[in-house]
């Protein structure tokens, strides 16, 4: 038997990943094995709403793991109900089921709007996603996702998924039939490159599922818990209530948990259709708790808005100085274009520069600091990033 030599080599090679090892990290930053300091815009991918190790989550994690890590799916755990409760008072829906990824949250929404097709909708089961769309990487959320990428992967596909197009209220409608049970999307693309639906596109969704009998499906794993600043939920900009919601990413501030919302009318799973041994354990769902007790202070909110802005403005007036094009999003979750297929290589500079950003598409960079991110914070990232884009104009200038 040989064995890997080298450390990484021990992992499955997944995607391409600098050969560099972080060790810590706290607030803003990250640190890797050899000390050097991070500024980090990616924050686990959006995921660590309050930045690295925050106290609040470390003592939330110490205190129940001396407490109660699981007493298993079969039985209620105080930090479930409790998180639960909390989540339903903070929103339009009625009950939750928890969950252990994005993609787990995504698979439990398709399933369950199965569910209501077959006791309610005599048996349809297709749900209109849409192209750009990114719903996780299990086979029923690869097959819901609009992802060019995916389309030859892993053949066949889970059918019942029809692509319809983001802000089109007609390719929607054209894609109604008897078969049809939901339509489900993200409030703002994120993973195609930070698209968002207009208010105005979603509150016509609610409208044509609500004449249709159709549920709507909210996939604000990206876009939840505060991250388009103001609200808990980006849908709640639109002024709409979804049938169904999913949340990831920050629910959990770093940790993995993830959520499964539906009104009264919608949460119709029946023993046996649904669980699993991790979904609402102690340990995670006390982390949720921790999480929530910040982010939906209404002032945290607010200061989560009001950084969304400098940093759009800051933006907008780097993309000036460059030549470069739209900030578009909302809140912090925001993309500069760059006009040109350039972000990798931005990306690979910046690593070598101390700054994590990411390039969700070539020509766009996104931006998902922690909701407390502050200003100084943000000069710092806008001034290494001038500095990148200056000596890449220099170079284009001169090739
Ligand atoms: C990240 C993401 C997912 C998948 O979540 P995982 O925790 O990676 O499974 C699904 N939908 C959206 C919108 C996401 O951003």
Same mark, same amino acid.
Request: glycine residues 10%.
């Given at each position: 038997?040989?064995?890997?030599?080298?450390?990484?080599?021990?992992? #499955?090679?997944?995607?391409?990943?600098?050969?560099?090892? %972080?060790?810590?990290?706290? $607030?803003?930053?990250?640190?890797?094995?050899?000390?050097?300091?991070?500024?980090?815009?990616?924050?686990?991918?959006?995921?660590?709403?309050?930045?690295?190790?925050?106290?609040? &989550?470390?003592?939330?994690?110490?205190?129940?793991?001396?407490?109660?890590?699981?007493?298993?799916?079969?039985?209620?755990?105080?930090?479930?109900?409790?998180?639960?409760?909390?989540?339903? @008072?903070? +929103?339009?829906?009625? =009950?939750? %089921?928890?969950?252990?990824?994005?993609?787990?949250?995504?698979?439990?929404?398709?399933?369950?709007?199965?569910?209501?097709?077959?006791?309610?909708? $005599?048996?349809?089961?297709?749900?209109?996603?849409? @192209?750009?769309?990114?719903?996780?990487?299990?086979?029923?959320?690869?097959? !819901?996702?609009?992802?060019?990428?995916?389309?030859?992967?892993?053949?066949?596909?889970?059918?019942? %998924?029809?692509?319809?197009?983001?802000?089109?209220?007609?390719?929607?409608?054209?894609?109604?039939?008897?078969?049809?049970? !939901?339509?489900?999307?993200?409030?703002?693309?994120? @993973?195609?490159?930070?698209?968002?639906?207009? *208010?105005?596109?979603?509150?016509?969704?609610?409208?044509?599922?609500?004449?249709?009998?159709?549920?709507?499906?909210?996939?604000? &794993?990206?876009?939840? #818990?505060?991250?388009?600043?103001?609200?808990?939920?980006?849908?709640?900009?639109?002024?709409?209530?979804?049938? &169904?919601?999913?949340?990831?990413?920050?629910?959990?501030?770093? !940790?993995?948990?993830?959520?499964?919302?539906?009104? @009264?009318?919608?949460?119709?799973?029946?023993?046996?259709?649904?669980? $699993?041994?991790?979904?609402?354990? +102690?340990?995670?769902?006390?982390?949720?708790?921790?999480?929530?007790? =910040?982010?939906?202070?209404? !002032?945290?909110?607010?200061?989560?808005? *009001?950084?969304?802005?400098?940093?759009?403005?800051?933006?907008?007036?780097?993309?000036?100085?460059?030549?470069?094009?739209?900030?578009?999003?909302?809140?912090?979750?925001?993309?500069?274009?760059?006009?040109?297929?350039?972000?990798?290589?931005?990306?690979? =500079?910046?690593?070598?520069?101390?700054?994590?950003?990411?390039?969700?598409?070539?020509?766009?960079?996104?931006?998902?600091?922690?909701?407390?991110?502050?200003?100084?914070?943000?000069?710092?990232? &806008?001034?290494?990033?001038?500095?990148?884009?200056?000596?890449?104009?220099?170079?284009?200038?001169?090739?």
């Amino acid at each position: 038997m040989t064995h890997a030599t080298h450390p990484f080599d021990a992992l #499955m090679e997944i995607t391409a990943r600098p050969k560099t090892v %972080f060790v810590k990290g706290e $607030g803003a930053y990250l640190w890797d094995d050899t000390g050097k300091r991070y500024l980090d815009f990616i924050q686990g991918w959006a995921v660590n709403c309050l930045g690295h190790s925050p106290p609040a &989550i470390a003592e939330a994690v110490a205190a129940q793991a001396k407490l109660l890590l699981t007493p298993s799916p079969a039985y209620h755990n105080a930090a479930s109900l409790k998180l639960a409760q909390a989540l339903v @008072e903070a +929103s339009c829906f009625d =009950q939750v %089921f928890f969950a252990n990824s994005g993609a787990e949250a995504n698979e439990g929404a398709i399933k369950l709007a199965r569910k209501f097709g077959s006791l309610h909708r $005599g048996g349809a089961f297709e749900i209109i996603t849409f @192209e750009g769309g990114f719903h996780g990487r299990t086979l029923a959320t690869m097959s !819901a996702s609009g992802k060019k990428a995916f389309e030859p992967l892993f053949e066949p596909k889970v059918p019942g %998924f029809r692509k319809a197009r983001l802000n089109d209220i007609g390719s929607v409608k054209q894609l109604i039939s008897a078969n049809t049970v !939901a339509v489900m999307l993200e409030p703002i693309q994120g @993973e195609a490159g930070v698209w968002p639906a207009t *208010d105005a596109f979603l509150r016509e969704l609610r409208t044509l599922t609500r004449e249709h009998g159709l549920l709507l499906i909210v996939d604000e &794993i990206q876009t939840g #818990m505060g991250r388009t600043g103001g609200k808990l939920f980006a849908h709640e900009h639109a002024g709409i209530a979804p049938d &169904i919601m999913t949340l990831g990413k920050g629910i959990g501030g770093g !940790a993995p948990l993830a959520a499964l919302l539906a009104t @009264e009318r919608a949460s119709c799973f029946e023993h046996g259709d649904q669980g $699993g041994t991790f979904n609402g354990n +102690s340990l995670m769902c006390a982390v949720g708790l921790a999480v929530l007790d =910040q982010v939906a202070q209404p !002032a945290f909110l607010k200061a989560a808005a *009001d950084a969304g802005l400098h940093l759009e403005s800051e933006l907008q007036k780097l993309s000036a100085r460059h030549g470069l094009g739209d900030v578009r999003g909302r809140g912090l979750l925001l993309a500069l274009d760059l006009k040109l297929p350039i972000g990798p290589a931005i990306v690979a =500079q910046a690593f070598e520069a101390g700054l994590l950003l990411n390039a969700p598409q070539p020509d766009a960079l996104r931006f998902m600091p922690a909701l407390n991110v502050t200003k100084q914070e943000i000069a710092e990232m &806008i001034e290494g990033l001038d500095a990148i884009l200056t000596r890449a104009g220099a170079a284009r200038r001169v090739a």
